[in-house]
Nanobody, 125 residues
Framework: QVQLVESGGGLVQAGGSLRLSCAAS????????MGWFRQAPRKEREFVAA????????YYADSVKGRFTISRDKAKNTLYLQMNSLKPEDTAVYYC??????????????????WGQGTQVTVSS
């Protein structure tokens, strides 16, 4: 089981940037695909981005493609989400997640089994 702790959220104006971090503990981080999800008030949790265990493959939701970048640093056991050109509709609690098992390629939404506690991102207009 991997433990995940997100940080880096905050309040930013529209058009601004934030970088979220997700610190992972446990020996499985290096061989698990990882992802970011978000949940806005009164909405279902939605997929944002995912990265393969190697870091060589990534996948993004259409709503963030071209603005957000997911990356990972295995030496630091940390997952990142660089968010640029933020919009008010990006306001949500952002969660990082780890795949249940080692697999080739990018995990799909149903593959994630470990979750962090979330970090709030608020984008003002």
């Amino acid at each position: 089981q991997v433990q995940l702790v997100e940080s880096g959220g905050g309040l930013v104006q529209a058009g601004g940037s934030l970088r979220l971090s997700c610190a992972a503990s446990g020996h499985t981080f290096s061989n698990r695909g990882m992802g970011w999800f978000r949940q806005a008030p009164r909405k279902e949790r939605e997929f944002v981005a995912a990265i393969s265990w190697s870091g060589g493959s990534t996948y993004y939701a259409d709503s963030v493609k071209g603005r957000f970048t997911i990356s990972r640093d295995k030496a630091k056991n940390t997952l990142y989400l660089q968010m640029n050109s933020l919009k008010p509709e990006d306001t949500a609690v952002y969660y990082c997640a780890a795949d249940r098992r080692l697999r080739l390629g990018v995990p799909s939404s149903a593959d994630f089994g470990s979750w962090g506690q979330g970090t709030q991102v608020t984008v003002s207009s």
